[in-house]
Structure formats: structure tokens, C-alpha cells
């Protein structure tokens, strides 16, 4: 027998522990039999979202029904204030979340938002994307991909490595001395049996592999490092050649004196992310006040958009009874209606994130074509990461995947102090070295490889608010537009809601707001 509606084939799909594009999930609902369809894709599909590709090979001989439509489904018609000032500490720990005299104010609905920009003065220039997927994906996760992809890694993070250290290969360490400086990627990280103060690494070259001894002096230097990360360090070799006492470790990093680059005139953008729309706890009202906000700001030209801009569709299991309604274009149009309800002279830059319907693996592309088609001509889309240059500002837009990653990995990061993770994503250069335990696509090249030293680095992802300058970086992630979910609250999870960065460009100083009732 078919399932009823394409919400069941969703939440069926999920149950297999399956994502789907919503073409592959019209296919399904329209097969004759559902129920072994679905099976059937659990039993061949090996990516990570099931694509209509996979449905006709799972149906074995082409169309299941001679009225399912072999073209894309029809898109449906459509229908309180605190700030944060960045400076050299964490906006949360410093205090500078505090109630300001500016108090936002609601309105009764979208349209009075446009009206309010109407006769405004604001000239945004044009944004320049670079580093962006999108169009460029070659993949097609063969092992000679993993392998490029990792040797591109190492090559260019050791060569910012080598204008500090002038190091030997590991095969070569032996032969030239005790005393010796080696670059090469962790393999692993772990405590000696002898001594629980001292921490065994294993890194390699394109070479071979040795060992690194980091003694109880460097334990804080060790538990900052994590797995696919490449380092530098300076020490002495042991007399069989086989171990280095670390005296010291380098990091990619970021250079210590440099100076960012600023708007040459007074501009705002203001930064937001993981807006969900389509979730049932998605926060309308406070979005609502944002919106009448934004329209009096005639000095804010620019609106960033960190990925999770709808809530998706089979995302999880379970997920269509949080879901106000299961159809993705539904989901998008509502969300270009909310943009096309602030001012139309503001620029609206969007990148993807993992509830987008795009691709899981990072980087990811920009959203496709039939999901744009709803929004205004001063919205554009991008791939994740990119780096936005606005006004001369390079800022680096990330949805932020790996942030969950580092706070498991390393001691001193925590989920609600977002902006510790990116420190170390500076530190290391890279947004996500730990392979595995984000997913990450083998491109020719590795997009996540920070070459660029940014102005800003701004994230989303784990719903809570964080801000912090790191060597002239500023480093921001703006919190959701949803409330806690049934899983946040499983988790003792507590979002930060309604917030956006408000940053000006001129002088890079950022102030968090929150909107609320």
C-alpha cells in the first residue's frame, strides 16, 4: 500500500535513520508501494541525503507509476534590547550583556517594514564571495580524493609553519642530529603509562610517522591539540630515532601584530543566524520586533545570514511533528517573505547550514536554484564556508558544524562559550580539522583551510551567543531565532534567543542585541 502523504514518507525515511531531497521524497509518495521502497533505500543508499539518482535505482527498472513525474515538484503557491560591546574579552563573562534605554517594539505584521526603508539613504556596495563551493565540487569520494584532500591540507598549513621553524621530513629526522624541528598532522593524542602528566602524540608526514613525547610542562599545550591538525614542534630526538622530547609546539596561527582592514565610511552589518523557520518553536514575534528595528537603522546596510535559514524537512527523526508545516518550499517561501518585508535596500548575504537543504558534508554548496526563487534580488546565496568581503571587511561566514566537535574534544571549550572554539579554529587555521567527526567532503582542495586571516570570523550552529577579539580577529556567533527545542531540553540546553550583532564596519566594535517581548 502507498503512504498517505509525503509527511509520512519523511517521517518513515527518518525512522530508517535517512535524509531525502524533497524531489526523491515526491518520487517515494507517488510509488505504488511505498513501504518497500523505503527498505529497499535503507538497504543501498551509502550517502548521507537520499537523491531521486537513488530512488530510480532502488525502483530497478525506472518509473514505479506511469503518472509520477519524472521532473522537480512544482514549488506550492505562497501566501527587550541588550547590547555587547566586543573588546579583548568574552561578551558573555565580561558583562557586557546589559539592558540599554533602547527598547525595540514589535508590529503587527511584515508589510510595515518595507514601508519604513522606503525613503531611506542607505548605498550597500557590492559584496565580493570568495572561497565559496559553490559550482566547484569535483568530489566523488574515491580514496584518491581523501588523499589529495589531506596532502592539500598539510602543504599549505606547513608552509605557514615553515616561516617559523626550518623543519626536516620524518624520515630524514634522524640523520641530522639530536636536536630537530618536525611538521606533521596528529594522528593521536594520549596519556603515558608511566606518568598520566606527560601526553603521547603521534603525528606523520608525507614521509612516515613518530611519536612526541609533550612532558607535564606542556600539558596545556596538549590538550588544545586534536586529531588531522597540523603543528610544528621544535625538541630532541631520542637515540633510537624513534620519539622526540618536545621542547616546543608552534601553531599555524594567526600573525600576532597585523592590522584589520575597516569600512572607510560609518556602516553597519548586522550578523544573525539559524533563523528555522518552519519549526514550531521558531520565534516569530521577536523576529517581528528585529524587522522593525532593522527599518529604522539607516546606517545598517548589510544583513548576514550564518545557514539554518528554515527548519528543514527529515532532518531527524521525529522531526515533522516540531515542523508548522513538512513542505521545504513552504519553509523558504515564509522566509522570503520575512526578508522581503525588511527594507529592500539593505543586502542580504546567506550562506547554508546542515538544517539547508543542501548537502550534509562540508564545504557545502549555496541553495539550489528552485529554492531561490521566491526571494528578492538583494538576497544572494553562498556556499559554507565563504569568506563576504563588505565595505573592504573580509568576514568569514561559517555555519559552525565543528564547534560540537571541539567542545567534546578539548577541556577548555564549551558549548555556551561558542567563541572558544573559534579561537582555536584561528589557532589552527582550519574550521574543521577533525575528520570524522564532522563530515566533510574530499575536495581537490580543502575549502576549510584557513589561508586568509580574516576581520571576522562568525558563526551559528549551537544556538548561543559568544563574542571575543583574537589577535584583531573578531570572532561572533549570534545565537538562533528558536526556542528550546524537545532535544535542547532532553539535553539541559539553554539557546540564546532573539540576538543580533550589530557590527560597525568602520571601527569593528560589535553590539549584541536581543530582541524579546
Not at 543508499?45 to 506511469?66: I, K, L, M, N, Y
Not at 594522528?187 to 606527560?198: F, G, I
Not at 517581528?288 to 544583513?303: H, S
Amino acid at each position: 500500500m502507498p503512504l498517505s502523504s509525503e509527511s509520512e514518507v519523511v517521517r518513515r525515511l527518518a525512522e530508517e535513520g535517512l535524509n531525502a531531497s524533497p524531489d526523491a521524497v515526491a518520487r517515494i509518495a507517488g510509488s505504488t508501494d511505498t513501504e518497500a521502497l523505503v527498505r529497499a533505500l535503507a538497504r543501498t543508499t551509502d550517502g548521507p541525503v537520499v537523491t531521486r539518482e537513488d530512488v530510480v535505482a532502488a525502483e530497478g527498472t525506472g518509473p514505479v507509476d506511469s503518472d509520477t513525474d519524472d521532473s522537480l515538484p512544482d514549488p506550492p503557491e505562497g501566501p527587550g534590547d541588550t547590547t555587547a560591546r566586543s573588546g579583548s574579552g568574552d561578551a558573555r563573562t565580561d558583562g557586557a550583556l546589559s539592558p540599554t534605554d533602547e527598547s525595540p517594539s514589535s508590529i503587527d505584521g511584515y508589510g510595515s517594514s518595507r514601508t519604513a526603508g522606503s525613503s531611506s539613504t542607505r548605498s550597500p556596495s557590492p559584496v565580493d564571495v570568495s572561497k565559496d563551493i559553490t559550482g566547484e565540487s569535483t568530489c566523488t569520494g574515491e580514496y584518491s580524493d581523501f588523499v589529495t584532500y589531506f596532502r592539500d591540507r598539510f602543504d599549505r598549513l606547513s608552509g605557514m609553519l615553515r616561516s617559523r621553524i626550518q623543519p626536516r621530513t620524518i624520515e630524514s629526522a634522524a640523520s641530522g642530529g639530536k636536536e630537530v624541528a618536525l611538521v606533521g598532522m596528529v594522528n593521536d593524542v594520549r596519556t603515558t603509562s608511566s606518568d598520566r602528566d606527560n601526553r603521547l602524540v603521534e603525528v606523520e608526514d608525507p614521509t612516515g610517522e613518530i611519536r612526541l613525547l609533550l612532558s607535564d610542562e606542556h600539558v596545556d599545550v596538549a590538550e588544545t591539540l586534536v586529531v588531522d591538525e597540523v603543528i610544528g614542534v621544535e625538541g630532541r630526538l631520542s637515540d633510537d630515532g624513534g620519539l622526540v622530547f618536545v621542547e616546543e609546539v608552534h601553531f599555524p596561527e594567526v600573525p600576532p601584530r597585523r592590522e584589520p582592514s575597516t569600512a572607510s565610511r560609518e556602516v553597519k552589518a548586522v550578523l544573525v543566524s539559524d533563523i528555522h523557520v518552519g519549526s514550531e518553536t521558531f520565534v516569530r514575534e521577536r523576529w517581528e520586533m528585529f524587522a522593525d528595528w532593522i527599518a529604522r537603522q539607516e546606517d545598517v546596510e548589510y544583513l548576514l545570514v550564518g545557514g539554518d535559514m528554515v527548519e528543514g524537512v527529515g532532518v531527524y527523526p521525529g522531526q515533522d511533528d516540531e515542523l508548522t508545516t513538512v513542505d521545504i518550499y513552504e519553509q523558504y517561501r515564509d522566509c522570503a517573505e520575512m526578508f522581503d518585508a525588511l527594507p529592500e535596500d539593505i543586502e542580504i548575504v546567506t550562506i547554508t547550514g546542515n538544517h539547508d537543504s543542501v548537502r550534509l558534508a562540508e564545504p557545502q554548496p549555496a541553495l539550489d536554484e528552485r529554492f531561490r526563487e521566491p526571494f528578492g534580488e538583494n538576497v544572494s546565496f553562498h556556499g559554507n564556508p565563504s569568506i563576504v568581503t563588505v565595505e573592504g571587511v573580509d568576514v568569514l561566514m561559517y555555519h559552525g558544524m565543528s564547534l560540537n566537535p571541539f567542545a567534546e574534544s578539548l577541556p577548555h571549550v564549551e558549548i555556551e562559550s561558542p567563541e572558544t572554539a573559534m579561537v582555536e579554529m584561528l589557532r589552527k587555521r582550519h574550521l574543521a580539522p577533525m575528520y570524522g567527526d564532522v563530515r566533510l567532503a574530499p575536495e581537490k582542495e580543502d575549502h576549510l583551510v584557513i589561508d586568509d586571516v580574516p576581520d571576522v570570523l562568525h558563526t551559528g550552529h549551537t544556538h548561543t551567543v559568544g563574542a571575543e577579539k583574537y589577535r584583531s580577529v573578531l570572532t561572533v556567533n549570534t545565537g538562533a531565532w528558536q526556542a528550546q527545542t524537545p532535544y535542547q531540553k532532553s539535553m539541559n540546553i539553554q539557546p540564546d534567543v532573539g540576538y543580533a550583532g550589530v557590527l560597525d564596519l568602520s571601527t569593528l566594535e560589535l553590539d549584541m542585541k536581543q530582541f524579546a517581548p
